[in-house]
C-alpha cells in the first residue's frame, strides 16, 4: 500500500532533530577540543601567554540546536508547500506477517 506524506510537523521535527544535532555535535567536538588544546601553542610570538578559548567550543553544541532548529523549520515550511502542489514524498507499507507468509 502506497503512502504519502503531506505535511511535516514543524516544532515536533525541528525539536528532535535540533537535539539530534547537538548531541552529535559532541562526538565531533570533544576529540578537536583535545587537541587543540594539546596543540595549541603556550605563547605567542612576543612571548605574552595564551589563554585557551575553552567556551567557543562549549558553545557549539548551543549553535547546533539554536540553527538547526531553525533550518528544519525552513526546511519542513518548504516541504509543506512544495507538498501541496507537487505530492509529498511516497513510501509503500507491508504489513509483516504477510512478508513472513510468502
Known amino acids: 500500500m502506497k503512502q504519502q506524506i503531506r505535511k511535516l510537523a514543524l516544532h515536533q521535527n525541528a525539536k528532535v ?22 596543540t595549541m601553542p603556550l ?6 601567554p595564551i589563554e585557551f578559548p575553552l567556551f567557543v567550543f562549549l558553545l557549539m553544541p548551543f549553535f547546533y540546536l539554536v540553527f538547526g532548529y531553525i533550518s528544519i523549520v525552513i526546511g519542513c515550511l518548504i516541504y509543506n508547500l ?21
Open 17 to 38: 532533530m535540533a537535539v539530534w544535532l547537538a548531541v552529535s555535535s559532541l562526538i565531533f567536538l570533544l576529540p578537536m577540543l583535545v587537541v587543540t588544546a594539546l
Open 43 to 48: 605563547v605567542d610570538q612576543n612571548g605574552n
Open 82 to 102: 512544495l507538498a501541496t502542489y507537487i505530492g509529498g514524498i511516497e513510501f509503500e507499507l507491508t504489513n509483516s506477517d504477510e512478508q513472513k507468509q510468502d
